[in-house]
Nanobody, 128 residues
Framework: QVQLVESGGGLVQAGGSLRLSCAAS????????MGWFRQAPGKEREFVAA????????RYADSVKGRLTISIDDAKNAAYLDLNNLKPEDTAVYFC?????????????????????WGQGTQVTVSS
């Protein structure tokens, strides 16, 4: 089992940048594929970005492609989401998620139901 804690959210003007961090503890971090999701008020939680193990493949939602970057630092047991050129429509609570891998995997995962563990979320607010 792994515990996830997000940080780095805040209030930023349109066009600004933030780095979200997801600190993992409790189990070997390398056994998890990671993803980021977000949930805006009144909307369902949606996929933002994912990264695979064993190859570092990434996938992004079309709405954030070219502006967000997902990464992992195994030495720090952490995942990151760099948000650039933020827009008001990026305002949401951002969640990191971990999928436990019990087999060798080189793919990413982008469906909510594929993830086993979730953090509590960090608020990102983008003003116009």
């Amino acid at each position: 089992q792994v515990q996830l804690v997000e940080s780095g959210g805040g209030l930023v003007q349109a066009g600004g940048s933030l780095r979200l961090s997801c600190a993992a503890s409790g189990h070997t971090f390398m056994h998890y594929a990671m993803g980021w999701f977000r949930q805006a008020p009144g909307k369902e939680r949606e996929f933002v970005a994912a990264i695979s193990r064993n190859g570092g493949l990434t996938r992004y939602a079309d709405s954030v492609k070219g502006r967000l970057t997902i990464s992992i630092d195994d030495a720090k047991n952490a995942a990151y989401l760099d948000l650039n050129n933020l827009k008001p429509e990026d305002t949401a609570v951002y969640f990191c998620a971990a999928k436990e891998l019990t087999y060798y995997s080189t793919t990413y995962y982008y469906a909510l139901g594929e993830y086993d563990y979730w953090g509590q979320g960090t608020q990102v607010t983008v003003s116009s």
